[in-house]
Antibody
Framework: QVQLVESGGGVVQPGRSLRLSCAASGFTFSTYGMHWVRQAPGKGLEWVAVIWSDGNNKFYSDSVKGRFTVSRDNSKNTLDLQMNSLGAEDTAIYYCARETGPYNGFDVWGQGTMVTVSS | QSALTQPPSASGSPGQSVTISCTGT?????????VSWYQQYPGKAPKLMIC???KRPSGVPDRFSGSKSGNTASLTVSGLQAEDEADYYCSSYAGSNNWVFGGGTKLTVL
């Protein structure tokens, strides 16, 4: 079945880095734009980043621009998020999500992986 | 990239209808027909309920409907059922490959 599974979350000290991964299965990964969305504890959803299906175009929210890098490997059906210079404000559940179509909503979500930035 | 504005809470009795609003600007909700709505239960991932303002993905009950007028989108849940109690989030494409979410609305079935 169509599935996204995130991994890589954990506890990290402020200023350090962490890399999240998202494994896709059950659909033709290379034909979909993919996003990262996060949710701080007890808070709402926040869009983080998008990477187009071919991996050649990447865009970020202002809050992570310059610190986070999204990438994908269409041969391995994987999506990654490299997070540098982490701060307490980055503490959240990170979800990967599939875009239904260009500029459209997100129809498939992973279960999320928790990132806690704390000393 | 300001968040879309949703009421923090909404409620209704079983069988009633409830409408949740989502207010943005002409740069997001008002400028594109790419408004989506998500249902989220505690501890679970969001689920797409409405896309492109009015479209229901396969499997979503037709009790859920979406609309838009100007810079405000709305989600209406008709014939409320106990299982509709959840958090609901709107989202909109905001141009230049940016997306924005609303702050979320907690729907309570009385």
């Amino acid at each position: 079945q169509v599935q996204l599974v995130e991994s890589g979350g954990g506890v990290v000290q402020p200023g350090r880095s962490l890399r999240l991964s998202c494994a896709a299965s059950g659909f033709t990964f290379s034909t979909y734009g993919m996003h990262w969305v996060r949710q701080a504890p007890g808070k709402g959803l926040e869009w983080v980043a998008v990477i187009w299906s071919d991996g050649n175009n990447k865009f970020y929210s202002d809050s992570v621009k310059g610190r986070f890098t999204v990438s994908r490997d269409n041969s391995k059906n994987t999506l990654d998020l490299q997070m540098n210079s982490l701060g307490a404000e980055d503490t959240a559940i990170y979800y990967c999500a599939r875009e239904t179509g260009p500029y459209n909503g997100f129809d498939v979500w992973g279960q999320g992986t928790m990132v806690t930035v704390s000393s | 990239q300001s968040a879309l504005t949703q009421p923090p809470s909404a409620s209704g009795s079983p069988g009633q209808s409830v409408t949740i609003s989502c207010t943005g600007t002409s740069s997001d909700v008002g400028g594109y027909n790419y408004v989506s709505w998500y249902q989220q239960y505690p501890g679970k991932a969001p689920k797409l309920m409405i896309c492109e303002v009015t479209k229901r993905p396969s499997g979503v009950p037709d009790r859920f409907s979406g609309s838009k007028s100007g810079n405000t989108a709305s989600l209406t849940v008709s014939g409320l059922q106990a299982e509709d109690e959840a958090d609901y989030y709107c989202s909109s494409y905001a141009g230049s490959n940016n997306w924005v979410f609303g702050g979320g609305t907690k729907l309570t079935v009385l």
